[in-house]
T-cell receptor, first 111, second 114 residues
């Protein structure tokens, strides 16, 4: 599975959009981009995933660049409860049997 | 409510004792997984099972054992052979073991061995 690179930490003002970047320059054609988050001392929570098209659900939007080498997770109106570590993961849909969680981005939403 | 349960939330053991962590899911998922998380680190895969009565080693299986006798249950035993057992243990499940479907995680068990 392709490796990902994320900034270690970010801040965001409450009510503003949080844009979390992820680089995955070695991604291959069969690999999906997944986003999870983990609130302190809890299990990771699935947020969204996509292949090449932009995706949106009730939690967030996922923007994938045309060359698929990077993506951005957008939380449109961040709240204090969105403070968590966010993980960007790339996984092969045909052969992947686990999720490789790196150290992610620690997002702090500031009142 | 459907979901994954892990018990207990906190577990304390003396060094040299085996301990079994429980993981149950009522999502009717075929695949189940055990991960370990150390402070400030990402998750590392211990074992996974794609179907009942079958399981595979992950990246850090040494010192651990599992069983998958029922679809809904995937207990993890931390043996005395595990040199650094103190960690946060997370169980997950997915519809199947292929790469497309997301994994859903339980709340975790924090094991402390002294």
């Amino acid at each position: 599975d392709a490796k990902t690179t994320q900034p270690p930490s970010m801040d965001c003002a409450e009510g503003r959009a949080a844009n979390l970047p992820c680089n995955h320059s070695t991604i291959s054609g069969n690999e999906y981009v997944y986003w999870y988050r983990q609130i302190h001392s809890q299990g990771p929570q699935y947020i969204i995933h996509g292949l090449k098209n932009n995706e949106t659900n009730e939690m967030a939007s996922l923007i994938i660049t045309e060359d698929r080498k990077s993506s951005t997770l957008i939380l449109p109106h961040a709240t204090l409860r969105d403070t968590a570590v966010y993980y960007c993961i790339v996984r092969d849909r045909d052969t992947g049997n686990q999720f490789y969680f790196g150290t992610g981005t620690s997002l702090t939403v500031i009142p | 409510d459907g979901g994954i349960t892990q018990s207990p939330k906190y577990l304390f053991r003396k060094e040299g004792q085996n301990v079994t962590l429980s993981c149950e899911q009522n999502l009717n998922h075929d695949a189940m997984y055990w991960y370990r998380q150390d402070p400030g680190q990402g998750l590392r895969l211990i074992y996974y099972s794609q179907i009942v009565n079958d399981f595979q080693k992950g990246d850090i299986a040494e010192g651990y054992s599992v069983s998958r006798e029922k679809k809904e249950s995937f207990p993890l035993t931390v043996t005395s052979a595990q040199k650094n057992p103190t960690a946060f243990y997370l169980c997950a499940s997915s519809i199947d073991g292929q790469g497309f479907y997301e994994q859903y995680f339980g709340p975790g068990t924090r094991l402390t061995v002294t």
